[in-house]
């Protein structure tokens, strides 16, 4: 069983899967969506395709650790995955994976047209191997 990382945004969900070891974390899409029940189906989809087993949902703290309104969107977004699925959800402290994901995109010359696609799933990219490093 994989895991899939997840970076929730407030109109996209970046998405990342583990190898079939649970060692390397890649990219693999972002979703875009208006309301979170719209992301269920799809998310269905790659948990079967994939053979997932864990979700890993980035929780976003404060720089201070505290606890913010994008908390209570997550919050909200786990507890619709955990109506929809029978899957154990892991929350990792998400804190600054975006701006990584950034510089990551702009060292490897990454169009800044291209990155604002894909700037997502790389950030739960880096949610996931934030976990698969602490397993």
Sequence with gaps: MRYLGLDLGTKTL????????NTISSPYT?????AYEELVEELKKIVTEKDIGT???GYPKNMNNTLGPAI????????????????PIVLIDERLSTV???NILISTDTKRKKRKKIIDSYAAAIILDTYLKRK
Excluded at 72 to 77: P, Q
């Design 30 to 34: 972002t979703l875009r969506f208006e």
């Design 55 to 57: 979700f890993i949902l």
């Design 72 to 87: 209570e969107r997550t919050e909200s977004f786990k507890a619709i995955l955990e109506k929809n699925f029978s899957l």
């Design 100 to 102: 990584e994901a950034e």
């Design 14 to 21: 970046g998405i990342a899967i583990s190898d079939k070891t």
